[in-house]
């Protein structure tokens, strides 16, 4: 059975820079027919895919924060993480990873159980 | 961006009954869509994808239809584990989006 989970500091100030590592376990983050993906969900709100990762290291983000995000797998480790920086308040919400279809059809089947992030002072 | 409008937003029913909710893109996405349950405090269910079909161990009371621009999620007889929240989401293209919710409570 696939499981993954999110892990990193739940509180982070203004400005800086968030980052978050999703721990793959139960299967290979090698695998060619998986990407791996971030999205996010403000309290009481819906939600926003955030960016995707290939194992060959290829990358898709939303443009809405492309200018601020990036991901990046280590294969060695099985992670995949995300950095998101110069943070607002309106970057707080709960952060899910999920392992997304590579071919036809397409959909996320294992998503991590969230973790929230709050952006304060 | 594709957007998925759902509705309704907000819907109150009786265990028993047959709901349906309906997701609406903003431009044709073929088949490429699923859908998902989220529960208070957990990650969202993947329940259908491809429109249609029934992900693994998903009761047989959901059901998904449509292609294009209109799709349908059904579920035949609601059960008090039902009371959720539900999430279309399109595949199609890049980014990825997901509609606003539909938020489904006891009567």
């Known amino acids: 059975q696939v499981q993954l989970q999110e892990s990193g500091p739940g509180l982070v100030k203004p400005s800086q820079t968030l980052s978050l590592t999703c721990t793959v376990s139960?299967?290979?983050?090698?695998?060619?027919?998986?990407?791996w993906s971030w999205i996010r969900q403000p309290a009481g709100k819906g939600l926003e895919w955030i960016g995707r990762?290939?194992?060959?290291?290829?990358?898709n983000y939303n443009p809405s924060l492309k200018s601020r995000v990036t991901i990046s797998v280590d294969t060695s480790k099985n992670q995949f993480s995300l950095k998101l920086s110069s943070v607002t308040a309106a970057d707080t919400a709960v952060y899910y990873c999920?392992?997304?279809?590579?071919?036809?059809?397409?959909?996320?089947?294992?998503w991590g159980q969230g973790t929230l992030v709050t952006v304060s002072s | 961006d594709i957007q998925l409008t759902q509705s309704p937003s907000f819907l109150s029913a009786s265990v028993g009954d047959r709901v349906t909710i309906t997701c609406r893109a903003s431009?044709?996405?073929?088949?490429?869509l699923a859908w998902y349950q989220q529960k208070p405090g957990k990650a969202p269910k993947l329940l259908i994808y491809?429109?249609?079909t029934l992900q693994s161990g998903v009761p047989s009371r959901f059901s998904g239809s449509g292609s294009g621009t209109e799709f349908t999620l059904t579920i035949s007889s609601l059960q008090p584990e039902d009371f959720a929240t539900y999430y279309c989401?399109?595949?199609?293209?890049?980014?990825?989006?997901f509609g606003q919710g539909t938020r489904l409570e006891i009567k």
């Open positions: 999920a392992r997304g279809s590579v071919a036809g059809p397409y959909y996320f089947d294992y």
């Open positions: 139960g299967g290979s983050i090698s695998s060619g027919s998986y990407y």
């Open positions: 990762i290939y194992t060959s290291g290829s990358t």
């Open positions: 431009q044709g996405i073929s088949s490429y």
């Open positions: 491809a429109a249609s």
């Open positions: 989401q399109q595949l199609n293209s890049y980014p990825i989006t």
